[in-house]
């Protein structure tokens, strides 16, 4: 039962979203919430609070780079 709760809270761990602010500041965490001012962002168990005006991007799950991102080849 310890490894099936350990396994699962690993796995909700993992998820990381990133917050791009206008600045060009990335910041990882998780998004909590939103309304019409403010984004919410969990942030190494801190939850933060950033303008919408602040914001530039939300990337759901990992942040692919440009050398990550699958691109097709000719063969």
């Not at 206008?22 to 609070?49: P, Q, Y």
């Not at 602040?54 to 942040?63: I, K, L, N, T």
Request: hydrophobic share 40%.
């Amino acid at each position: 039962m310890r490894s099936t709760i350990l396994f699962i809270v690993l796995c909700v761990s993992a998820h990381a979203d990133t917050l791009i602010l206008r600045n060009g500041t990335r910041v990882r965490g998780r998004w909590w919430a939103t309304d019409g001012k403010l984004i919410s962002f969990l942030v190494n168990d801190h939850l933060e609070h950033y303008s919408r005006s602040e914001v530039a991007e939300v990337v759901f799950g990992e942040e692919r780079t440009a050398n990550s991102a699958s691109t097709p080849q000719n063969r």
